[in-house]
């Protein structure tokens, strides 16, 4: 065994470092390779490796976290990731010691608390961490409960239908009058769609035909990662291509960076940005707010437009 000399790892050690993170997880390469990228590029995490001569023989990984993590009391705190060291350098301080440069970098940051956790039955490692310094803060036991997916069934809104989203439309929008495009529409009186599981709705659509396409005024979602909207919309395009619209459009405002994401993704492309049409919508529509998403200023309005073949 040469002399073993420890150091943070730069963006050139990322295989080093995955290799030996891939034994200790027993994960694919570019799995574990693909989360590294990202973790580098991360100033609120870093990694350490010791050598022997040139040769990479174990890693840490630390992070900076501000969440609560049992036991501690600071703000920002320091965290061990993960420890792991080939086999035939343990049980003679190697991994102790690239703890002490982990811990070093951590109070360089101003962490005054390094926390960590380990596996229960993983006897080894709970050993390890009391024997540097560690204290056991509390033991808890974790649970798991499979979840059936909720099914649901996308009906056309009937009467029955719009007393039940109603109160929700206007929960949401105050009203159930939209602006869009510089005119006021009445939701009240438009065709719709809605996601309904048992008694529940999940998510609705409101839509009207003019100018030779159909254009969705409301769309929205209540429960989310189970494709309610993406499944609304496909109701939608489904009775423009019955009724020979040539394309759908719908419209968002500036601040809703998640639906001008969402509508990309589903295949529509802006068609046009109006500047300054939250400010003519608010004089239609006083209630509409001056700021909206992420503290955005609402001042422009998106459309998109999906051609139907």
Known sequence: MKELTYRKALCGDIDAVTVLLCELYDMPYDEVFEENEELFADSNQAFFLVFDGGTPVGVTHGSLRREYINGTNEDLKGFLEAVYVLPKYRLGGVAAGLVKVTERWMQMNGCQEMASDCQFENTGSYKFHLKIGFEETERSIFFLKTLEPLEYVVYPIDDVLREKVQPILVGTWSSTKIVANGKL?????????????????????????????????????????????????????????????????????NDNTHAIRFYQRRGFAIREVRIGAMDIARELKPSIPIVGIDGILLRDEIEFVIELE
């Open 185 to 253: 529409w009445d939701t009240l009186s438009m065709p719709g769609f809605a996601a309904v599981c048992g008694d529940d709705v999940l998510g609705y659509l409101f839509y009207e035909f003019h100018d030779g396409k159909c254009e969705i005024f409301v769309l929205e979602s209540l429960a989310q990662n189970i494709g309610i909207a993406t499944a609304l919309i496909e109701k939608v395009k489904q009775v423009a291509k019955s009724s020979n619209a040539s394309r759908v459009i719908v419209a968002t405002s």
